[in-house]
């Protein structure tokens, strides 16, 4: 039965754009309506493809932003101007029309209502996508686990979710860091020694955003004291 289950899952389903959002000037949130969604965890991310009348197919994975919501699934996507996939679905898909989409896929970067401990949410860009389903899971559930998000973005116009993270003020603590604002830095120890959780509280670590920032970010934690198995982490790259 398991293993029926996991087939359903990964089966390719076609999905309807429903709804669109503008987040900052390149990253676009997509509300798809999916037939038969079997829901899914706050982390967890789809396979989206794309195929031309040609019959030329590509596809892409991306992090789901939304806590399960019946058949819902919305997608943040960051532009890439020279990407192949990210350019159609940010700028040329319209409400009515449909694009495949297969999943949930992940199992380990998840976090669950039932995990009592705090959680320590690290962003880099795009990487708060995950992170965001995480923080909308918590309040669906209505748990009261401390949230605390130490978010890495170029300016405050680029920041994804700007004014969601802002209402969300008296249930989770925001840190911000700059990169492209003077003077320009990158996320340190200092950021995640101050606005992070202690090492002894034995939070759950998540961290998501490009590679040299997940590799980063996870090495500080540990060299602070964090259990690395308590580090989770995600990376991307490419047409995201």
Same mark, same amino acid.
């Given at each position: 039965?398991? +293993?029926?289950?996991? /087939? +359903?899952?990964?089966?390719?389903?076609?999905?309807?754009?429903? %709804?669109?959002?503008?987040? *900052?000037?390149?990253?676009?949130?997509?509300?798809?309506?999916? !037939?038969?969604?079997?829901?899914?965890?706050?982390?967890?991310?789809? =396979?989206?493809?794309? *195929?031309?009348? =040609?019959?030329? /197919?590509?596809?892409?994975?991306? /992090?789901?932003?939304?806590?399960?919501?019946?058949?819902? @699934?919305?997608?943040?996507?960051?532009?890439? #101007?020279?990407?192949?996939?990210?350019?159609?679905?940010?700028? @040329?898909?319209?409400?009515? =029309?449909?694009?495949?989409?297969?999943?949930?896929?992940?199992?380990?970067?998840?976090?669950?209502?039932?995990?009592?401990? !705090?959680?320590?949410?690290?962003?880099?860009?795009?990487?708060?996508? $995950?992170?965001?389903?995480?923080? +909308?899971?918590?309040?669906?559930?209505?748990?009261?686990?401390?949230?605390?998000? @130490?978010? /890495?973005?170029? *300016?405050?116009?680029?920041?994804?979710?700007?004014?969601?993270?802002?209402?969300?003020?008296?249930?989770? #603590?925001?840190?911000?860091?700059?990169?492209?604002?003077?003077?320009?830095?990158?996320?340190?120890?200092?950021?995640?020694?101050?606005?992070?959780?202690?090492?002894?509280?034995? $939070?759950?670590?998540? @961290?998501?955003? $490009? *590679?040299?920032?997940? %590799?980063?970010?996870?090495?500080?934690?540990?060299?602070?004291?964090?259990?690395?198995?308590?580090?989770?982490?995600?990376?991307?790259?490419?047409?995201?």
């Amino acid at each position: 039965m398991a +293993r029926a289950a996991v /087939s +359903r899952r990964l089966t390719w389903r076609l999905a309807r754009l429903v %709804e669109t959002r503008d987040e *900052t000037p390149s990253a676009r949130t997509l509300v798809l309506d999916v !037939p038969d969604w079997p829901g899914h965890l706050a982390g967890q991310h789809v =396979d989206v493809r794309l *195929t031309a009348p =040609d019959g030329y /197919s590509t596809q892409r994975s991306y /992090s789901i932003g939304n806590a399960v919501d019946g058949n819902r @699934v919305e997608l943040t996507i960051q532009r890439i #101007d020279d990407g192949e996939v990210s350019p159609y679905l940010n700028g @040329v898909f319209e409400v009515g =029309d449909q694009v495949e989409i297969r999943g949930p896929v992940g199992g380990w970067f998840v976090w669950r209502p039932t995990d009592p401990a !705090p959680a320590l949410l690290v962003a880099g860009g795009s990487g708060i996508v $995950p992170l965001m389903a995480m923080i +909308r899971a918590r309040a669906s559930a209505g748990t009261r686990q401390p949230f605390r998000l @130490v978010y /890495s973005v170029r *300016t405050p116009e680029d920041v994804i979710y700007r004014d969601e993270l802002r209402r969300r003020v008296l249930e989770l #603590d925001v840190a911000y860091v700059y990169t492209r604002m003077e003077p320009r830095r990158r996320i340190g120890v200092a950021d995640l020694n101050t606005h992070g959780w202690p090492p002894d509280f034995e $939070p759950a670590c998540f @961290v998501c955003g $490009p *590679t040299g920032f997940v %590799e980063a970010a996870a090495d500080i934690l540990v060299a602070l004291g964090h259990a690395p198995a308590r580090v989770r982490t995600e990376r991307f790259g490419g047409d995201r």
